[in-house]
């Protein structure tokens, strides 16, 4: 069976993300900062589904630790799963930080860089010897990379930096048979960003009134696409942002 690494994995999207794989038949390794008890429930609905699950913590903002990680990681594939490697990596884990350009403070900027970019970068760089030949990697970003709203420069920035980042290791993965692909949520439903898409009734009219679809996201949206970037007869897709937004600002 197949075994997927997903950062970030105890809650939002990331949860989703873990449950729609375990349905497709995948094996699941998830992550948590400091939610264990969340973690451990994902594990345990993973299970009731018949499949083998783990959850490790990782905080993704200290990339001093990711070398421990992937020891960790190593030890875990093979006492939980009996195998020496893994086949999916999504680099999920993170967080918005809301602030205008002009009161958006260097230490925010550096937590944005830190959780999102350099994460990607260094996590999946860590991870490769654990990464099996034929693998796949997805990295999430934002449907705000494409479409502009104030207050979130820095955490676009950081994950347009992220969807650069994807197309090169595309490339250079791909003696390895590796592909890559960049799955860039619209708004969705969750506690992002204080939870305004979920709680506050008038930016959630206001998102739905800009949206084809004619609502808001929800986690499970993006779960289902995910299991289908890392579906067995999607592996030819490659290189590519793959926007799950209903069609907003079209």
Not at 35 to 61: N, Y
Request: charged residues 20%; aromatic residues 8%; contains cysteine.
């Amino acid at each position: 069976m197949k075994i997927a690494l997903v950062t970030g994995g105890s809650r939002g999207l990331g949860k989703s993300m873990c449950q729609h794989l375990a349905r497709k038949g995948r094996d699941i390794v998830l992550t948590y900062r400091e939610k264990e008890a969340q973690a451990k429930a994902v594990v345990a609905d993973i299970e009731a589904m018949g499949r083998k699950a783990v959850a490790l913590p990782l905080d993704v903002s200290r990339s001093a630790g990711f070398a421990a990680f992937a020891t960790a990681l190593g030890q875990a594939l093979r006492e939980t799963f009996g195998r020496e490697d893994f086949d999916f990596l999504v680099n999920n884990a993170g967080y918005g930080a809301h602030a205008p350009f002009d009161a958006t403070t260097e230490d925010q900027f550096d937590q944005m860089v830190d959780v999102h970019f350099k994460a990607a970068f260094f996590l999946t760089q860590a991870l490769l010897p654990l990464l099996r030949d034929g693998g796949r990697i997805v990295n999430v970003s934002s449907g705000l990379t494409r479409f502009s709203y104030p207050g979130y420069a820095a955490y676009a920035a950081a994950k347009g930096a992220v969807e650069v980042l994807s197309r090169y290791l595309a490339q250079e993965l791909g003696p390895r048979r590796i592909a890559v692909n960049v799955l860039a949520p619209g708004a969705i439903a969750t506690d992002f960003g204080g939870g305004q898409v979920r709680d506050n009734a008038d930016v959630n009219a206001f998102i739905a009134s800009q949206t084809a679809l004619g609502r808001v996201g929800l986690p499970d949206d993006i779960g289902g696409a995910l299991s289908l970037l890392l579906d067995d007869d999607a592996g030819w897709i490659n290189g590519q942002r793959l926007e799950v937004s209903g069609g907003i600002h079209l």
